[in-house]
């Protein structure tokens, strides 16, 4: 029977898991649903996704493929997988791919949403998907410094030691403060890649000049320095959503 490369795209809460990429001891992502794939096509799968999200990170709209022999079309595909997975994950699309697809090296942009509660009193039902900060944050500051990230840039001042990437050029065509109702703020970024924690080194750092604790032409310099100690400390991960993948 032919091989079919199949494409998903994927919804999970991540607080249960210690991220995407399969490891020993620990209950993650990848294990899980090639667990349920094999189990439901009955052939091995080994699943790749456009990026490995960290412990206790979200996803709206992970992409991730295999291939298999499978005689199943992907709408039997997805009902099965929705079946069959925990109720904190859920297969939003499932579709044939073109043989040369990949989850991972076909993106062209991705999206990451992170997420702040500025109020003084928490919300305990949602305190597994944002930030709460109880001291009042100068938006306008934060929004003057991310305009400072678009653009081509060489983010090695907000990369995590241990990045498997070895340039750290990467282009930011959005990145944005969006304000919600209660105190609810959304930190957009979209680019055409991310070095490791880059999101929450950089959400790290604006947070210090919300707080006052740095100025704009302070992130500014932090930004050119290309030095990891310069920068502010790293944002919670159960803030962190990946949003969306491009291709």
Request: net charge positive; no cysteine; hydrophobic share 40%.
């Amino acid at each position: 029977m032919e091989e079919k490369k199949i494409k998903l795209v994927i919804a999970y809460d991540g607080s249960a898991y210690h991220g995407w990429q399969r490891q020993q001891n620990a209950l993650t992502l990848q294990q899980v649903f090639e667990e349920k794939l094999e189990k439901m096509l009955g052939e091995p799968i080994r699943i790749f996704a456009s990026g490995r999200t960290d412990a206790g990170v979200h996803a709206l709209g992970q992409v991730v493929h295999f291939s298999a022999h499978s005689k199943l079309d992907p709408d039997t595909i997805k009902k099965g997988l929705n079946s069959l997975l925990p109720e904190d994950i859920f297969v939003k699309e499932v579709g044939y791919a073109a043989p040369e697809f990949h989850a991972r090296y076909s993106a062209r942009r991705k999206t990451y949403e992170y997420r702040i509660l500025n109020t003084v009193s928490p919300d305990i039902f949602q305190r597994r998907y944002v930030w709460h900060i109880r001291k009042k944050l100068d938006n306008e500051g934060m929004r003057r410094s991310l305009a400072l990230i678009l653009g081509k840039h060489d983010f090695s001042a907000f990369r995590s030691s241990g990045s498997g990437n070895r340039n750290p050029v990467r282009t930011m065509y959005r990145a944005d403060l969006v304000e919600g109702s209660a105190g609810r703020l959304r930190i957009l970024m979209e680019a055409d890649g991310f070095l490791r924690h880059m999101v929450r080194n950089l959400v790290g750092t604006l947070v210090e000049v919300g707080q006052g604790k740095m100025t704009t032409e302070e992130f500014g310099a932090v930004l050119h320095s290309g030095d990891r100690s310069m920068a502010g400390p790293k944002a919670p991960a159960h803030g962190l959503f990946l949003a969306k993948v491009n291709y």
